[in-house]
């Protein structure tokens, strides 16, 4: 069965930072690419992040500059380091491989951006 447990989430200040985590089991981790996606009130999921089995990583235009994912295979976690959050980055995040299996998600993180 996997699963794939998020946390880290929270609620922080326009500006500041906050690190993610997503750890995986039931899966040969090493074998998929990973992400992370988002969905904010009443939008649709967006993708966020994502790094390949070899540590190749790709971000969406409204995150480039501000978050770094990275993996470890060797722990079966991958990681989503948010720096200058925005309002706009409030939102629930999930990590899936990529592409996503709809069996896969997990709960889910909340983070909130606001003063």
């Known amino acids: 069965q996997v699963q794939l447990v998020e946390s880290g989430g929270g609620l922080v200040q326009p500006g500041g930072s906050l690190r993610l985590s997503c750890a995986a089991s039931?899966?040969?981790?090493?074998?998929?690419?990973m992400a992370w996606y988002r969905q904010a009130p009443g939008k649709q999921r967006e993708l966020v992040a994502t790094?390949?089995?070899?540590?190749?990583?790709n971000y969406a235009d409204s995150v480039k500059g501000r978050f770094t994912i990275s993996r470890d295979n060797a722990k079966n976690t991958v990681n989503l380091q948010m720096n200058s959050l925005k309002p706009e980055d409030t939102a629930v995040f999930y990590c899936?491989?990529?592409?996503?299996?709809?069996?896969?998600w997990g709960q889910g993180t909340q983070v909130t951006v606001s003063s």
């Open positions: 899936n491989t990529s592409p996503f299996f709809n069996a896969f």
């Open positions: 790094i390949t089995k070899t540590g190749s990583t």
């Open positions: 039931g899966i040969i981790f090493s074998g998929y690419a």
